[in-house]
Nanobody
Framework: QVDVVESGGGLVQAGGSLRLSCAAS????????MGWFRQAPGKEREFVAT????????YYADSVKGRFTISRDNAKNTVYLQMNSLKPEDTAVYYC?????????????????WGQGTQVTVSS
C-alpha cells in the first residue's frame, strides 16, 4: 500500500504560478513512477505529467509542455508540479498517483494509488 497526499492548490490569477506537492508514504519502494492528472468540471480526468523515481524520466501532456515542470525528491518521497503561466483552462482538481508498472504512464488505469486531489483555480 502506498499513501499519496497532494497539497499546494489554491486560487491564482492568469499568468501566475503555483507549486503542487505530492508526498508518498508506505511501501514506496514498490512504486515505479508518479503522475499528475487533472479533472475539470464536466470533463474526464486527463493526464498532465509523469516522472520515474529511478532516473527522473519525464513526460508531459502537450497542453502543459513548456509551462509545467514535474520533479522529484527521492529522499523525501515527494513529487512536485511547478505550474507557471497558468491559464483559466488549467482550472481543475489535480490528482497525484503512483504506479508500479513501467510504460508511458499516460493511462490513468495504470496507476495503483491515488491522492484525494487538490483544487487549482485560475481566474481571468
Amino acid at each position: 500500500q502506498v499513501d499519496v497526499v497532494e497539497s499546494g492548490g489554491g486560487l491564482v490569477q492568469a499568468g501566475g504560478s503555483l507549486r503542487l506537492s505530492c508526498a508518498a508514504s508506505g511501501r514506496t519502494f514498490s512504486s515505479y513512477a508518479m503522475g499528475w492528472f487533472r479533472q475539470a468540471p464536466g470533463k474526464e480526468r486527463e493526464f498532465v505529467a509523469t516522472i520515474t523515481w529511478s532516473n527522473g524520466y519525464t513526460y508531459y501532456a502537450d497542453s502543459v509542455k513548456g509551462r509545467f515542470t514535474i520533479s522529484r525528491d527521492n529522499a523525501k518521497n515527494t513529487v512536485y508540479l511547478q505550474m507557471n503561466s497558468l491559464k483559466p483552462e488549467d482550472t481543475a482538481v489535480y490528482y497525484c498517483a503512483a504506479r508500479r508498472s513501467p510504460g508511458s504512464g499516460l493511462d490513468s488505469a495504470l496507476y495503483d494509488y491515488w491522492g484525494q486531489g487538490t483544487q487549482v483555480t485560475v481566474s481571468s
